[in-house]
C-alpha cells in the first residue's frame, strides 16, 4: 500500500469515527487537496525569504541608493503613473527608479518602485537618482548580449545542431537581443555605456536600437 492509499484509509477511518462515513471516491478527492496544500506549503517554505526586509535600508537614502535600479516604461501608456513618479525620458520611453530589495537566497526578486514622495524624504533631486542609477549599472554590470537564435534555443527543446541548422539556413540579417542576466527589466541596459560597447565589439558599429519591452531590446544589424 502505497502513502495516498494510506492516507485515503485514514480518512475514511476519521470520518467514519465521528459518525460522517464518506465513500472511497470521496476519501480520494479530500486526500488530493490535503497533498497540493501540503505541497503548496513546501513551495512556500522554499521559496518564502530566509532574511526578513528591514524598512529602515529603504528609508535612509544612504543606504537605498546602493541598490538603485531603473526601469524604461513606455511614456504614452504610463503618462498618469509618470505624474506620481520622479523620471527622464528618452525618445518615446521614460526611465523609472526603483530600490531593490531582494534578499541572498530570495527564488524571485523584490523592489520597491521611487515616487515623488520618496525623494522628498530623501530629500534628493532626479538628477541625483539619475547619477546614482548610472553609476549602480556601470560598476556592477550585469548586461547580457546574445544572439536571436541562442534565445529561442534556451526557450525551446530544440538540440543545438538543430539549431546551428537553423543558423545557417536563415535568411535574414543578424540579430541580436540585449538584456541582463536576470532576463528582467533589461531594456535599460541601453543607457549602459559599457553594455552598449560590448554590443558594438561584438555587432559592429551599425546596428539599430529597438526596445521591444521591459524585459530587452533587440539589436538587428544594418544591412547597409
Not at 56 to 65: G, N, P, Q, T
Not at 148 to 168: F, H, K, P, Y
Request: net charge negative.
Amino acid at each position: 500500500m502505497n502513502d495516498f492509499d494510506k492516507l485515503v484509509d485514514k480518512i475514511m477511518k476519521e470520518f467514519a469515527s465521528e459518525g460522517e462515513p464518506v465513500t472511497r471516491e470521496e476519501a480520494e478527492e479530500i486526500a488530493k487537496l490535503e497533498v497540493k496544500a501540503k505541497a503548496n506549503d513546501k513551495r512556500y517554505e522554499q521559496s518564502k525569504p530566509k532574511e526578513n526586509f528591514n524598512v529602515s535600508e529603504f528609508l535612509d537614502y544612504s543606504i537605498a541608493c546602493h541598490n538603485l535600479k531603473g526601469r524604461l516604461v513606455n511614456t504614452e501608456k504610463n503618462r498618469e503613473l509618470l505624474k506620481e513618479l520622479p523620471h527622464r525620458n528618452f525618445f518615446d520611453l521614460s526611465l523609472i527608479y526603483f530600490v531593490d530589495v531582494t534578499r541572498d537566497g530570495d527564488l524571485g526578486c523584490a523592489s520597491i518602485r521611487v515616487t515623488n514622495d520618496h525623494i522628498k524624504m530623501w530629500n534628493v533631486t532626479e538628477e541625483d537618482l539619475y547619477r546614482q542609477f548610472k553609476e549602480n549599472m556601470e560598476q556592477d554590470d550585469r548586461s547580457k548580449l546574445q544572439s536571436i537564435i541562442d534565445v529561442l534555443a534556451e526557450g525551446t527543446s530544440c538540440l543545438q545542431g538543430e539549431m546551428d541548422e537553423v543558423r545557417e539556413n536563415m535568411c535574414m540579417m543578424p540579430m541580436y537581443v540585449l538584456s541582463n542576466t536576470r532576463k528582467l527589466d533589461g531594456a535599460v541596459e541601453i543607457l549602459n555605456n559599457r553594455a552598449m560597447e560590448k554590443a558594438a565589439e561584438t555587432i559592429g558599429d551599425d546596428f539599430y536600437i529597438l526596445p521591444s519591452s521591459i524585459h530587452e531590446t533587440i539589436l538587428p544589424v544594418s544591412a547597409a
